[in-house]
């Protein structure tokens, strides 16, 4: 079963851990000194906040899978979406390893499409390729670029 994901990037960590928690009724799942995740099954979705972006807010949206068969389904539907996908393949970001596509929407916002295969000690191990300092997660080929009034990769 699928998980919408969402990813904020936010002033203060310790504030936004309580406002959330307070609001989810949980405690996050995935606490860093940068980082907060919590893994929700009502509503299901992996939810996460992070200080690392400079531009506050809403940094991506994505679909989180459980399998290979899952991942491969929301690719096709990556495909017939319209617009560019940028293959990222394997990776370590946000503190887990993972398989991942990106593609915009019509109004810039970045979608990526994961199924996480592990945790990770370190956020991120992918030298930062965003032509957008202020995304806090998004990673691309330099070539790429963003579509005009994105906030994120």
């Known amino acids: 079963m699928k998980r919408m994901h969402v990813n904020l990037s936010v002033t203060d960590l310790d504030t936004s851990i309580g406002f959330y928690s307070s609001l989810f009724n949980a405690e996050p799942s995935v ?3 940068d980082y907060a995740k919590w893994m929700l099954e009502d ?28 991942l491969d389904e929301v690719y096709s ?3 017939t979406a319209g617009g560019p996908i940028i293959e990222e393949g394997e990776t370590t ?16 916002i970045a979608w990526e499409t994961f199924l996480t295969r592990g945790q990770s000690p370190v956020y991120g191990t992918d030298v930062i390729k965003t032509t957008d300092p202020e995304s806090a997660c998004c990673v691309r080929p330099q070539q790429e ?8 990769c």
Do not use: M
């Open 31 to 33: 606490t860093k000194d």
């Open 43 to 70: 509503p299901r979705i992996n939810f996460a906040i992070t200080t690392r972006g400079n531009r506050k807010g809403i940094d991506h949206l994505g679909i989180q899978v459980e399998d290979e068969g899952e």
């Open 77 to 79: 539907r990556l495909k």
């Open 93 to 108: 970001c946000c503190y887990a390893n993972s398989e991942k596509n990106w593609i915009f929407d019509p109004e810039g």
């Open 145 to 152: 670029q963003k579509p005009s009034g994105s906030s994120c």
